[in-house]
C-alpha cells in the first residue's frame, strides 16, 4: 500500500496564530513530499516540493517565512502557517512520492484550515 | 495564468451510459497526464495515466485519449456506477511538477 495520513484534519484558529500540519507516510519512505492549497471550486495549487533533510523549494508566490516547511525524516513533513491571517484559510493536502517518478504521488486527505 | 483547464465544472449522467470529461492544456511541454478523482474532504485518488507518447490507455471502466495536436485529454467511463459520483481532475507534468485542472463535478443519476 502507499498510505499519506495528515494531522489535524481541520483546525480553527485565531489570527496572528501560527498552525503546524502535519504529513505522514505511513507504510513507506516518502523521498519527496508536495504540499498544496485548494481554494473553494478552484484547483489545487502547488506550494512546494520538500525532500528529506534539505530545505523546501517553494513555488513562485509562496512565502517561505509565511509557509514553513520542515521534512526532517523519510515518514514526516510538517507545514506551519505562521502569523495565520483569515486568507490563509483554505484547504491544505500534502502528497508523497515513493521513488524518484514524480509521476505517481500519493495524497493526504487533506487539512480544513479556518482562521478567524 | 490556468495551464490545464477543465471547462465543464458539473457533468450529470444515466447510470449505465458512458461518462466523459474533458480537460485542455497551454503548455506542450507537458509529458506525463494524470486523472484523479476526488471525494469531499479527501486527497485525490490516482485513476489513471498516459504519458505524451501514447494517445490511449485503457483500465477496466477507464479510459483516456490524449490529443496533442489539439492539447486536449479525455477521460471515459463505461458503464457509468453510482460510486464514480465524485470530483474528477485532471492534472498534467512536466519538470516534475504537478499542474491540476479545476475539476468537474460527476454526478451519476441511478
Known amino acids: 500500500g502507499a498510505v499519506v495520513s495528515q494531522h489535524p484534519s481541520w483546525v480553527i484558529c485565531k489570527s496572528g496564530t501560527s498552525v503546524k500540519i502535519e504529513c505522514r507516510s505511513l507504510?513507506?519512505?516518502?523521498?519527496?513530499m508536495f504540499w498544496y492549497r485548494q481554494f473553494p471550486k478552484q484547483s489545487l495549487m502547488l506550494m512546494a516540493t520538500s525532500n528529506e533533510g534539505s530545505k523546501a523549494t517553494y513555488e513562485q508566490g509562496v512565502e517561505k517565512d509565511k509557509f514553513l516547511i520542515n521534512h526532517a525524516s523519510l515518514t514526516l513533513s510538517t507545514l506551519t502557517v505562521t502569523s495565520a491571517h483569515p486568507e490563509d484559510s483554505s484547504f491544505y493536502i500534502c502528497?508523497?512520492?515513493?521513488?524518484?517518478?514524480?509521476?505517481?504521488?500519493?495524497f493526504g486527505p487533506g487539512t480544513r484550515l479556518t482562521v478567524l | 495564468d490556468q495551464q490545464v483547464k477543465q471547462n465543464s465544472p458539473s457533468l450529470s449522467v444515466q447510470e449505465g451510459r458512458i461518462s466523459i470529461l474533458n480537460c485542455d492544456y497551454t503548455n506542450s511541454m507537458f509529458d506525463y497526464f494524470l486523472w484523479y478523482k476526488k471525494y469531499p474532504a479527501e486527497g485525490p485518488t490516482f485513476l489513471i495515466s498516459?504519458?505524451?507518447?501514447?494517445d490511449k490507455n485503457e483500465d477496466g471502466r477507464f479510459t483516456v485519449f490524449l490529443n496533442k495536436s489539439a492539447k486536449h485529454l479525455s477521460l471515459h467511463i463505461v458503464p457509468s456506477q453510482p460510486g464514480d459520483s465524485a470530483v474528477y481532475f485532471c492534472a498534467a507534468i512536466v519538470t516534475e511538477k504537478l499542474t491540476f485542472g479545476t475539476g468537474t463535478r460527476l454526478t451519476i443519476i441511478p
Open positions: 502528497s508523497a512520492t515513493k521513488g524518484a517518478s514524480y509521476n505517481e504521488q500519493f
Open positions: 507504510d513507506f519512505q516518502a523521498t519527496t
Open positions: 498516459i504519458s505524451s507518447i501514447k
